[in-house]
């Protein structure tokens, strides 16, 4: 007999003490469980909510969502409400002065990337609104006949956020790799992997 452990596979499904059925990420952590509700997998539509969700998921690379989660309103402070138009003008002294913000991410690089992408995302929205929009919905794939079974089911990458990436990269986008682009596509209902029985898993 193996003297190795036998891993339990991690379940896909808690109930809460609200009892509801949810995807065991959510946890039972309220502001977790709030978002898994009603905006996780729910369809977001919008440049500056995308370009939102475009940024956030950058900072998330490396780290787990509830981290940004927790610290979302903060960045919408830091970032103007991530209004393009006003994140595209900040400067560097700017980014020196988020990088002594303890209240969001104090990572460089992924600052400069946020002020970056909000210029590339003015010059795609200004004469054409809803052209982000647009954009990364064109990389939507077609809806799943069912609901992932559990977490095996669910990819960290697919084609379409591979093209996705690809795409965003030949326009100048930076922290917008495929699997960051792919918890994208979950986060804004591009894709819906919300597992069988969670009380949201539309199919």
């Not at 991530?82 to 002294?93: E, G, N, Q, S, W």
């Not at 992924?110 to 003015?122: D, F, P, R, V, Y």
């Not at 669910?154 to 918890?183: D, N």
Request: hydrophobic share 45%; net charge neutral.
């Amino acid at each position: 007999m193996s003297e190795t452990a036998t891993v339990r596979p991690r379940p896909s499904i808690v109930v809460g003490d609200d009892g509801v059925h949810r995807c065991s990420w959510a946890g039972s952590d309220a502001e977790y469980q709030r978002y898994h509700d009603t905006e996780w997998g729910f369809a977001l539509h919008g440049d500056r909510p995308l370009f939102e969700k475009l940024s956030l998921e950058g900072f998330q690379a490396g780290l787990s969502w509830i981290t940004i989660l927790r610290r979302r309103e903060s960045f919408r402070a830091a970032f103007h409400g991530f209004d393009p138009a006003r994140v595209a003008v900040m400067t560097p002294a700017d980014a020196d002065t988020l990088m002594q913000n303890a209240a969001i991410i104090r990572n460089r690089a992924k600052i400069e990337a946020t002020i970056a992408n909000a210029g590339l995302t003015l010059q795609l929205t200004r004469e054409s609104p809803g052209a982000l929009d647009e954009l990364l919905w064109g990389f939507a794939p077609p809806a799943r006949p069912h609901a992932p079974a559990s977490f095996a089911d669910i990819p960290a990458v697919t084609p379409e956020s591979t093209a996705m990436s690809k795409a965003l990269r030949a326009l100048g986008f930076r922290f917008v790799g495929p699997t960051t682009l792919y918890a994208l596509m979950q986060s804004s209902g591009m894709v819906d992997d919300h597992v069988a029985g969670c009380f949201r898993a539309r199919v």
